[in-house]
T-cell receptor
Framework: NAGVTQTPKFQVLKTGQSMTLQCAQD?????MSWYRQDPGMGLRLIHY???????DQGEVPNGYNVSRSTTEDFPLRLLSAAPSQTSVYFC???????????FGPGTRLTVL | SQQGEEDPQALSIQEGENATMNCSYK?????LQWYRQNSGRGLVHLIL?????REKHSGRLRVTLDTSKKSSSLLITASRAADTASYFC?????????FGQGTRLTINP
């Protein structure tokens, strides 16, 4: 099993550009989530999904969209990148939100 | 607002000593989890303790949970250089898992 994969590993955007961060898991997990981590900080929840077709907002959802058309994939879209979105983004999955979370390796995003 | 808050924010000890970090949370939980993050990497699950458990061990790790005080502690015994990392607690609530800001642990040789 590959576990949780994220692409790309690194990305540089200009202000106003849009992009999609990919996240996929092959563990048949129902619960998937996106976090951002700023330097020296903890993880802040952006969006989460409890199953295909169901998504909800976390703590810091503004500027991001998600969709969950399949169990395996949970892409995160930046609509119009801003320097404040410079961060490391982590995707995680589990069977339930209260279970052990499996994290991807992260995407390091810089917005100029 | 974050559910769990770790204390201290940073901890520096000598190799071989024990390290204790604490987590406080605000609302009722099903479980509390502890994770480790090595610099620049994703988080790795360490231990999960259920709300009806008071103590749990895993190797050199010991976790306690006091639901009356809404707090948990993580003890790492006989620390090693490889334990240098950030440690996060995570609490569940309303179908989502929320992390604290973490404790940065440095083990000095």
């Amino acid at each position: 099993n590959a576990g949780v994969t994220q692409t790309p590993k690194f990305q540089v955007l200009k202000t106003g550009q849009s992009m999609t961060l990919q996240c996929a898991q092959d563990m048949n997990h129902e619960y998937m989530s996106w976090y951002r981590q700023d330097p020296g900080m903890g993880l802040r929840l952006i969006h989460y999904s409890v199953g295909a077709g169901i998504t909800d907002q976390g703590e810091v959802p503004n500027g991001y969209n998600v969709s969950r058309s399949t169990t395996e994939d949970f892409p995160l879209r930046l609509l119009s990148a801003a320097p404040s979105q410079t961060s490391v983004y982590f995707c995680a999955s589990s069977y339930h939100p209260w279970d052990t979370q499996y994290f991807g390796p992260g995407t390091r995003l810089t917005v100029l | 607002s974050q559910q769990g808050e770790e204390d201290p924010q940073a901890l520096s000890i000598q190799e071989g000593e024990n390290a204790t970090m604490n987590c406080s949370y605000k609302t009722s939980i099903n479980n509390l989890q502890w994770y480790r993050q090595n610099s620049g990497r994703g988080l790795v699950h360490l231990i999960l303790i259920r709300s009806n458990e008071r103590e749990k061990h895993s190797g050199r790790l010991r976790v306690t949970l006091d639901t009356s005080k809404k707090s948990s502690s993580l003890l790492i015994t006989a620390s090693r250089a490889a334990d240098t990392a950030s440690y996060f607690c995570a609490t569940d609530g309303a179908q989502k898992l929320v992390f604290g800001q973490g404790t940065r642990l440095t083990i000095n040789p």
